[in-house]
């Protein structure tokens, strides 16, 4: 109850510092009663992340299922969603510019090398084995986590009208297979048609047949 409540509150909108004091209040008990279960507010936050961090690798392991069998690009392009949306969800890379003391900074910064990151240099290091990837996967690796960092804290997906994670996809797509192809060609081993049925965009949406 402690925790689920320090997320609400640790994670909720425009929410710069919560106290012990706020969350007593929330609770609705002393700051005593809290202090018996955690030493500290550093031990109560890292409880907090724990918990937001295994909500992502919940995600992230379902999306990861769900496109097994599917073509090398797909499973990437589904990947790559879940996972921006949900580092977007947590403020993740908020978390990791400066929110809160140096520890914890380093903490989700661990944590987000360790849920996303090693199962995305993983998934470009099988598709490099399987002579999907010319390019090296710890290159592709790299571009993608600056991209998705930068992503998530920029202002651009606001002007565009898009989520973060929608442009990364189409960073990722254009890193994998380029900006520019003849008309009517598709990725190989991706197959455009599963994804724009599987991944509709907001302004796909917006657009008549």
Known sequence: MIVEAAGRLFFAPGSVRVSMDDLARELGMSKKTIYRHFPDKRSLLAAVLDRQFAAVERTLTAAAQDAQGQPFGVRVQRFLLAAGSELGRIGAAQLAAGRGDAMLRQYVEQ???????RR?????????????LPAPPELLSEITRGALERLLTSQLPR???????????????????????????????????????????????????
């Open 159 to 209: 002007e565009l009208d898009r989520t973060a994670a929608d442009l990364l996809r189409a960073t990722v797509d254009t890193v994998l297979y380029g900006a520019i192809r003849p008309p009517h060609s598709g990725h190989p081993g991706t197959g455009d048609e599963q994804l724009e049925a599987v991944i509709p965009t907001a302004r796909d949406e917006e657009v008549g047949p």
């Open 120 to 132: 995305l240099d993983e998934l470009f290091r099988d598709g490099h084995r399987q002579g999907l």
């Open 111 to 117: 944590r987000v090398d360790t849920v996303v990151y």
